[in-house]
């Protein structure tokens, strides 16, 4: 059975840090992409960043370049986002998706990241 | 980057109808590239659809695909009540991957 469970949200003020993590189980990690996407509260679905399967390459949506890095620790099972810099408009749910050929076919159940002062 | 965007807002039916989403891009997704998602209050998305019109695994024949080039659709021959949900496009044909802004099929 495939899991993807997300963890490390959070309220946190405007310019500082957190890292998300994903723990992934029931299908072969290291042979799979990765995606991060989130959701602002009542609102559609962006896409933020993804890892190869190796982690080799690695892709960002323009509103977190800089910003965000995604990786991965194929030994662990876990991908991560390191979120610095953030912004209010950073608040969101934040999915972690597994894909196939870039579409998304498993989603954890996602974490909330609030950046409020 | 491509914008998708999804017809109607809301779509207002009654269990056993019809219901035909809409997702129309911005310009031409390449090899029919686009997916569509299925989610419910307080839960991630399910994929329903890739390629426009494969169905994923477990989705019921109900559900159906098509389209081409700009215009794409999603039917739902008779809806069940486990159907009403927010649907969501997504094309990954070019990069940046996008998402349309969703149709919520609400009851009746």
Known sequence: ?117 | EIVLTQSPGTLSLSPGERATLSCRASQSVSSSYIAWYQQKPGQAPRLLMYVASRRATGIPDRFSGSGSGTDFTLTISRLEPEDFAVYFCQQYGSSPLTFGGGTKVEIK
């Not at chain 1, 960043?49 to 620790?73: C, E, L, M, P, Q």
């Not at chain 1, 934040?94 to 609030?114: I, M, N, P």
């Open chain 1, 1 to 117: 059975q495939v899991q993807l469970v997300e963890s490390g949200g959070g309220v946190v003020q405007p310019g500082r840090s957190l890292r998300l993590s994903c723990a992934v189980s029931g299908f072969t990690f290291s042979d799979s992409a990765l995606h991060w996407v989130r959701q602002a509260p009542g609102k559609g679905l962006e896409w933020v960043a993804a890892i190869s399967y190796d982690g080799s390459n690695r892709y960002y949506a323009d509103s977190v370049k800089g910003r965000f890095t995604i990786s991965r620790d194929n030994s662990k099972n876990t991908l991560y986002l390191q979120m610095n810099s953030l912004r209010p408009e950073d608040t969101a749910v934040y999915y972690c998706a597994s894909a196939l050929l870039r579409y998304f076919d498993h989603w954890g159940q996602g974490t909330l990241v609030t950046v409020s002062s």
